[in-house]
C-alpha cells in the first residue's frame, strides 16, 4: 500500500469534511428558524361537571382544589347515576357536560397527540352548564361567598389539571360566559371574583406579566402575555366578552356598558402598540363576533323582510376594532359554539385595508349537544405567527369510559391550503360562497368537520346562509349576502 498516497487522500477528505461542516452550520445559523413549525393545543369549552358525583359535594366544598383529585378517583357511590339524574332534572339541564372520567381521558389523549405543545390556549367556558342551580341543589346551606369559593376552586382545578398533564407548558385561558360567581351571562367588573380569578389563570406567567396580567383581569378579566420560545415578537391579548355579550347583565340584572368600552380601549391601545413595535399579535375570546347564523336559521328570522339576525355580542365594536388591525393580528381563537369553525374579519369601515383577520372557533370537550369532545393542536411557524395547520382529535365516544381518541381531520389536507392565513381562509370563505350547493370536496368537509359526531348534516340546508356569516360579521352586510338572490 502506498501510505504517502492514502495520506494525501486522507488529509484532502478531512478537509472537505470540514468544509461541508462549516458550510452546513452556517447555513444552519443563517437560515430561518420559521422551518421548525411550533406545536399548538387548542382546548375550549371544557365545561368541567364536578358534581357528577353528587354525594361528594361536600367533600370538594371542604377541600383546596389541590385535594379534589383524591376525592374524584375514589369509589363512585352506589346510587351516582339516580343521583345526577335527579340533580339534572331538578336544574333542567339539557345535557351532560365534562365528567371526571372525560376529563382525565382527554388529558391522556392530549398528552399523546400534542406531546411538544409550547403552550396551550383556552378560549372559555372552564365549568359546567347550570353550575349554581346544581350547588345550591346539592348544597343548600351555603354561602354567596362559599358558591364564589367553590366556583374558584372548579376554576383552579381545570387549569391546573392542564398544567399538570404539560408540565412548564403555559396555559393561557380566557373566561366564558359560565365562568362566573354570579350566574350564566352576569359578571361584575372590578370585583374580587375577577381578581382571584387572575391569579388563578397568571399563575405561571413570568413575574413582570403576572403583576400586570392580575391588575387587568381583577378590572374586567383581560390580560397580554408574550407567547413563549420560540414565538418571535408576538403576543396574546385575552379578552373576557361577556362584558359585550348580548345577554349581559351585571350580577344585580342592571347594564354596564363602561365595563365593554374600557376592554375595546384597552384593545385598541395594545394593537396600537403593537403596530408601532412590529409586534404580531393573537387575540383570543370566548363568544365569537358577528352573526350566529344557526340561531337566526333555527328561530326563522326573515332578515330580508327588515329583521335583524341574531348577533353573538350586543356591539358590531370588537370585531370593528379587529378588522381594522390585519396587518397586526395574525389569528383570533373563539369558541362558545362547541362546534368545528371559521370566521374571517374584514374591515367594513372605508379606509386603508390591511388584510382580513382569521378566526378559529375552537370546538368543545363537553359533549353536551350531542358532539363528540375534541381538541385541536396547531402548527404554527414562531417567525410569522401564521397558524400554517392544524389537525382536530376527536373521541370515540361522549363518557370518557373505553374512550379511543382518533384524528378527526388535518386542515391543510381537507381545504388544500398551505396556511390558516387571512389570504388563505378569504380564498376558502369565497369558494364557499361559490358553492351554494355544498358539493365540492372542501364545502363536504367542512359540513362533515363542522359537528364532531353524526349530525353535522344538519347545517347543508341552510349552506348559503352559513356562508354568509363567515365573511360578514355586522347585521346589514350579512342581510345584503343572504338578500342578494332574493328573499
Known amino acids: 500500500m502506498n501510505w504517502n498516497g492514502s495520506d494525501k487522500v486522507l488529509r484532502s477528505f478531512a478537509g472537505t469534511c470540514i468544509l461541508i461542516f462549516l458550510v452546513s452550520h452556517c447555513l444552519a445559523q443563517s437560515a430561518p428558524a420559521g422551518n421548525a413549525v411550533v406545536p399548538v393545543l387548542m382546548v375550549s369549552d371544557i365545561h368541567f361537571e364536578p358534581f357528577w358525583d353528587p354525594a361528594k359535594a361536600a367533600q370538594l366544598a371542604a377541600a383546596p382544589a389541590s385535594g379534589w383529585d383524591a376525592i374524584f378517583a375514589g369509589p363512585a357511590s352506589a346510587d351516582r347515576e339516580q343521583r345526577f339524574a335527579s340533580l339534572q332534572q331538578t336544574c333542567h339541564a339539557r345535557g351532560t357536560d365534562t365528567s371526571y372520567p372525560l376529563l382525565t381521558s382527554s388529558l391522556g389523549a392530549m398528552r399523546s397527540d400534542a406531546s411538544g405543545a409550547k403552550f396551550i390556549t383556552v378560549s372559555g367556558d372552564l365549568i359546567a352548564h347550570s353550575f349554581a342551580c346544581k350547588y345550591r341543589t346539592l348544597l343548600p346551606q351555603s354561602t354567596p361567598d362559599d358558591y364564589t369559593a367553590f366556583v374558584e376552586k372548579t376554576l383552579e382545578y381545570v387549569a391546573d389539571s392542564l398544567r399538570g398533564a404539560f408540565p412548564g407548558v403555559p396555559v393561557y385561558a380566557a373566561l366564558g360566559n359560565n365562568d362566573t ?11 374580587k371574583f375577577l381578581a382571584e380569578a387572575g391569579r388563578i389563570m397568571a399563575a405561571d406567567f413570568k413575574a413582570g ?6 391588575k387587568t383581569f381583577a378590572a374586567g378579566g383581560y390580560f397580554s402575555a408574550s407567547l413563549p420560545a420560540p414565538m418571535r415578537h408576538t403576543r396574546l391579548l385575552v379578552l373576557d366578552d361577556l362584558f359585550m355579550g348580548s ?11 363602561a365595563a365593554a368600552a374600557a376592554q375595546i380601549a384597552w384593545l385598541e391601545k395594545q394593537l396600537d402598540s403593537a403596530r408601532r413595535n412590529k409586534e404580531k399579535v393573537w387575540v383570543m375570546a370566548h363568544i365569537p363576533p358577528g352573526v350566529n347564523p344557526y340561531s337566526t336559521a333555527a328561530k326563522g328570522t326573515n332578515i330580508c323582510a327588515g329583521k335583524d339576525p341574531q348577533m353573538f355580542l350586543s356591539a358590531e365594536d370588537l370585531p370593528d376594532a379587529l378588522a381594522e388591525f390585519g ?18 374579519l374584514e374591515p367594513s369601515r372605508s379606509g386603508e385595508r390591511h388584510g382580513a383577520v382569521p378566526v378559529k372557533m375552537v370546538a368543545s370537550i363537553s359533549p353536551i349537544d350531542g358532539n363528540n369532545p375534541s381538541f385541536t393542536v396547531a402548527r404554527v411557524d414562531p417567525d410569522t405567527a401564521i397558524m400554517t395547520d392544524y389537525r382536530v382529535y376527536a373521541a370515540s365516544n361522549k363518557t370518557g369510559v373505553d374512550t379511543t381518541w382518533a384524528e378527526e381531520y388535518d386542515y391543510a389536507e381537507a381545504y388544500r391550503e398551505p396556511s390558516f392565513s ?56 350579512y342581510r345584503a349576502c343572504v338578500c342578494a338572490a332574493g328573499p
Open 209 to 214: 406579566e403576572r403583576r400586570e396580567a392580575q
Open 247 to 257: 345577554k349581559y347583565s351585571t350580577c344585580s340584572g342592571k347594564p354596564d356598558p
Open 181 to 191: 360567581d354570579c350566574g350564566d351571562y352576569q359578571l361584575d367588573a372590578n370585583s
Open 327 to 344: 396587518d397586526v393580528i395574525q389569528l383570533g381563537i373563539f369558541a362558545h359554539t362547541h362546534m368545528d369553525e371559521l370566521r374571517l
Open 422 to 477: 387571512g389570504a388563505s381562509v378569504e380564498k376558502l370563505v369565497a369558494a364557499f360562497k361559490a358553492d351554494a350547493r355544498a358539493q365540492s370536496s372542501e364545502s363536504r368537509s367542512y359540513i362533515q368537520n363542522y359537528f364532531i359526531g353524526d349530525r353535522s348534516r344538519e347545517l347543508t340546508p341552510f349552506w348559503p346562509m352559513y356562508v354568509c356569516a363567515l365573511s360578514n360579521h355586522t347585521a346589514d352586510s
